[in-house]
């Protein structure tokens, strides 16, 4: 049969044998769809649901009263309302992004192309990024509120280089937020730009050298090139948590009223408003607009296996 599809003539096409689904692997699927459905598929039809009622008439205004109904002007007036949060969290999103970004990826490239030799080094590095995972999310951000608070030694230190005013103060503003969000998802930035750094040919940047393209030229034309699968893979895991953060932008830890996001928005009327259609339609607009900024940059840097 081998060499009858060798030997086929030019043009003709050789029927591929027919790909049987076995039901035991069907039957091993079924765990996986029954947890994604259990825990992705209907919380999410529920908060669709819970996006589109109305206020309960018979329950006088009461707090958390809703009857089933389709009020889509609960998406009209979320955004008329809390505009300035959304685009605020996209803004803080983006900064935090290309921050983790600009120091994740010289990170990434020291470790994993220029440690590629030295093992233990490598692995040790790896191991201090990886280490903050081993405390909590709000103890580590907690943390840097006590850093940058306005009897912290950060503040103490540029205040006596006379590089920051006596009175001014760096918790509670946009720097602030950005800065924890940053700091909080560079190893989700890191990591996979390793991944793929670490996997990088270096015959390639060799072959640039030999054909006189200089290093900047090389590493543009190279190595930023085969580890984009890397880049996108990091943006994207540390973009789509840092917009729906409500932590970094508390009041109780870096932000203040006006630094709050909408992940701020969405827990303060689900937890206290209890305005619920409110809060879910604002969940809803937040995935779209994510699954929508996600689409364009990923269609746009041509990597839509990622996906």
Sequence with gaps: MAFGAFGAAPGAEVDAAPVK?????????????AYLALFFVVPFV???????????????????????AFRWENYTEAIVQF????????????????IALAIGYPLAYFI???????????????????????????????AWKQILSDNGPVVTVLQ???????????????????????????PFMALPIYTSLERLDLRYVEAGGDLYASPVSTFFRVT??????????????TFIP??????????????????SMVGNVIETWFLDVQAYPTAASL???????????VGLYVRRTGTKDLV
């Design 21 to 33: 689904r076995s039901p035991v692997a069907l039957l091993l699927l079924l765990p996986g769809f």
């Design 224 to 237: 930023l090139p085969l580890s984009m699968p890397g880049v996108v893979s990091g943006t994207l895991l």
């Design 242 to 259: 840092a917009s729906g953060d409500y932590i970094n932008a508390s009041s109780d830890f870096l932000g203040s009223t006006e630094t």
């Design 83 to 98: 505009w300035p949060q959304i685009v605020r969290s996209f803004l803080y999103a983006l900064a935090a992004t290309a």
């Design 283 to 293: 969940s809803i607009i937040l995935m779209a607009v994510i699954l929508l900024i």
């Design 112 to 142: 994993g192309v220029k440690l590629r030799r030295f093992k233990m080094l490598q692995a040790l590095l790896l191991v201090l990024i990886i280490a903050p995972f081993f405390i909590s999310f709000l103890l580590r951000t907690f």
């Design 160 to 186: 006596s280089l006379t590089i920051l005013p006596d009175d001014a103060r760096i918790t509670g503003t946009p720097f602030a937020v950005i800065f924890g969000l940053a700091y909080n998802f560079i």
């Design 46 to 68: 529920s908060l669709l649901i819970t996006s589109f009622q109305a206020p309960d008439p018979n329950a006088f205004g009461a707090p958390g009263a809703y009857v089933p």
